[in-house]
């Protein structure tokens, strides 16, 4: 069955620091997507990234990056400069491939992210 | 503008008392799934559709219903509700299955006494 685990459940740092949230997923198939979605403080829950099993370059947007690596099965993303506007949960999330029509999406527990002035 | 919808956004209600909670999108969208999201448990998917009148059972399906007879609308039904169903729920939409993108819905927080 497909997991995934966030074992940071809180992180603190000073606003310019940079942080890397871990994200580790555990699944049977080949073919699966990987996200990170955002939640501020307002609750509501904004996508950052997808990423499909096939393609592990690593990706930067802005002061966002993140690293996929398949042998670790980890799927890290790191914030660099962060700002108070960063502080956030952060949830990592996996769906596999349609298996059978299962369509399953699977979150992590979340990373709350608070970034100090 | 492309949205999910949700009603009520916030609801408290007793043990046993049927309620529904809406949920629309304007997006044309395939894929419709509910999610309650419970403090060191992030959130944990209760039921998806990938179409209408096809609907099938996530990792929480217990104590839920839901219908999809339109493709727009995919409500979520507590016939008996009990406490340890007290969290915040949310809608959420993708073109064409969990492997895109989800729209979330701005969330329905349920306390039940």
């Known amino acids: 069955a497909q997991k995934v685990t966030q074992a940071q459940t809180e992180i603190s740092v000073v606003e310019k620091e940079d942080v890397t949230l871990d994200c580790v997923y555990e699944t049977r198939d080949t073919t699966y997507y990987l996200f990170w979605y955002k939640q501020p403080p307002s609750g509501e829950l904004v996508f950052l990234i997808r990423r499909n099993s096939f393609d592990e370059q690593n990706e930067i947007s802005g002061r966002y990056s993140w690293n996929f690596q398949k042998s670790t099965s980890s799927f890290n993303f790191t914030i660099t400069a962060s700002q108070v506007v960063d502080s956030a949960v952060y949830f990592c999330?996996?769906?596999?491939?349609?298996?059978?029509?299962?369509?399953?999406?699977?979150f992590g527990q979340g990373t709350r992210l608070t970034i100090n002035p | 503008e492309a949205q999910v919808t949700q009603n009520p956004r916030y609801l408290i209600t007793v043990t046993g008392k049927k309620l529904t909670v809406t949920c629309s999108q304007n997006m044309n969208h395939e894929y419709m799934s509910w999610y309650r999201q419970d403090p060191g448990l992030g959130l944990r998917q209760i039921y998806y559709?990938?179409?209408?009148?096809?609907?099938d059972k996530g990792d929480v399906p217990e104590g839920y219903k839901v219908s999809r007879k339109e493709k727009r609308n995919f409500p979520l039904i507590l016939e008996s509700p009990s406490p340890n169903q007290t969290s915040l729920y949310f809608c959420?939409?993708?073109?064409?299955?969990?492997?895109?993108?989800?729209?979330f819905g701005p969330g329905t927080r349920l306390t039940v006494t």
């Open positions: 999330a996996l769906s596999e491939s349609v298996i059978q029509g299962a369509q399953k999406l699977v």
């Open positions: 559709s990938m179409n209408v009148e096809v609907t």
């Open positions: 959420a939409s993708s073109f064409q299955g969990a492997g895109y993108e989800q729209y």
